[in-house]
């Protein structure tokens, strides 16, 4: 089975923050957050402020297998 857990919340600064967490069979496989860019957002770059962006790939092999597989996805929202 694998859970995908979607985590929304503030942050200290009143900011939105966003996590998300997958786990098959209760061990994590893959996630990512997402924060505010309060310095230099308009520098923002792959390699330094939005690496999550190169993880997509593992979420489509993961979501592809499930559906080859007929495997469960349970999702789960979170607010903080």
């Given amino acids: 089975m694998i859970t995908i ?3 929304t919340g503030t942050n200290s600064d ?4 966003y996590e998300i967490e997958v786990s098959k069979d209760g061990k994590k496989v893959a996630g990512f957050s997402a924060w505010p860019l309060y310095e230099c957002p308009e520098d923002a770059t792959l390699e330094r ?3 999550f962006a190169y993880d997509a790939i593992e ?8 559906g080859k597989n007929g495997e469960e996805i349970v999702f789960k929202e979170v607010e903080e």
């Fill in 59 to 66: 979420f489509f092999k993961l979501g592809y297998e499930a």
């Fill in 49 to 51: 402020d939005m690496g």
């Fill in 5 to 7: 857990k979607e985590t």
């Fill in 14 to 17: 009143g900011a939105g923050t």
